[in-house]
């Protein structure tokens, strides 16, 4: 089983708009990719959201490459399209906002997924819910085998813009270190000890969208 905390003792750092955790201050990005540039998803697979269980039978996730955006129609539904493509040291940009929907004021629920599995276990997150945005958070194999739940930072509801209007969110990830600015705001910094995995784009029961999706990737670690 993986320490995901690394052996650092800690499972969140002290988060202030001073202390970037060194995940800013590399300056040299190696390649930039675009992650909503083919309208086939080619490069992408849905995941259940509990290993195990049965995906529905209907694709909600549609992805106009021509305006940069990727759509879930995902009533009752909820699953993870995750990129294929693991990612390392890298910092991902993008704009996200829930469709008008009657319900969605309150119980709206989305979320990015970073230095995830493939299969979803373990995971951690960028929680996009209406009621606990602003928070990294995750689950992993403990050292007896149980499921253990892993927080960092404070929910905000008033961190986003009103429904039907676009956030910026950006993600950056270098060495253990993992940063969640929302609107420009650093909101979360913890550290995680695995330091690489996939990114995803979680589909829970609310019409989301997603937009301008791009992934800087950085140097290694010093």
């Given at each position: 089983m993986v320490n995901l905390l690394g052996g650092v003792g800690e499972k969140a750092i002290p988060c202030t708009q001073d202390d970037q955790c060194s995940v800013d201050s590399v300056k040299d990005p190696l390649i930039?990719?675009?992650?909503?540039?083919?309208?086939?998803?080619?490069?992408?697979?849905?995941?259940p959201w509990?290993?195990?269980?049965?995906?529905?039978?209907?694709?909600?996730?549609?992805?106009?490459?021509?305006t940069k955006t990727l759509r879930a129609d995902c009533a009752g539904i909820h699953e993870v399209l995750m990129y294929?493509?693991?990612?390392?040291?890298?910092?991902?940009?993008?704009?996200?906002?829930?469709?008008?929907?009657?319900?969605?004021e309150e119980k709206g629920n989305s979320g990015?997924?970073?230095?995830?599995?493939?299969?979803?276990?373990?995971?951690?997150?960028?929680?996009?819910?209406?009621k606990d945005v602003g928070m990294l958070f995750g689950e992993f194999s403990g050292k007896d085998g149980k499921?253990?739940?892993?927080?960092?930072g404070q929910a905000n509801p008033a961190l986003f813009k009103p429904i039907g209007e676009w956030n910026d969110i950006e993600?950056?990830?270098?060495?253990?270190k993992v940063a969640l600015h929302i609107n420009g705001q650093?909101?979360?910094?913890?550290?995680?000890?695995?330091?690489?995995?996939?990114?995803?784009?979680?589909?829970e029961y609310w019409p989301v969208e997603f937009r301008n999706a791009v992934l800087v990737r950085k140097a290694a670690c010093m």
């Open positions: 930039r990719v675009d992650l909503f540039s083919d309208a086939s998803l080619a490069r992408y697979k849905r995941v509990k290993a195990g269980e049965k995906l529905s039978e209907k694709n909600p996730w549609t992805l106009d490459a021509e294929q493509m693991p990612a390392y040291n890298a910092t991902l940009t993008l704009q996200f906002r829930f469709l008008p929907t009657p319900g969605v990015i997924m970073v230095r995830t599995d493939a299969q979803n276990l373990p995971w951690l997150q960028a929680q996009l819910s209406v499921l253990e739940k892993f927080k960092a993600i950056s990830m270098y060495c253990d650093l909101v979360a910094v913890t550290r995680w000890g695995i330091r690489y995995g996939h990114i995803g784009f979680e589909a």
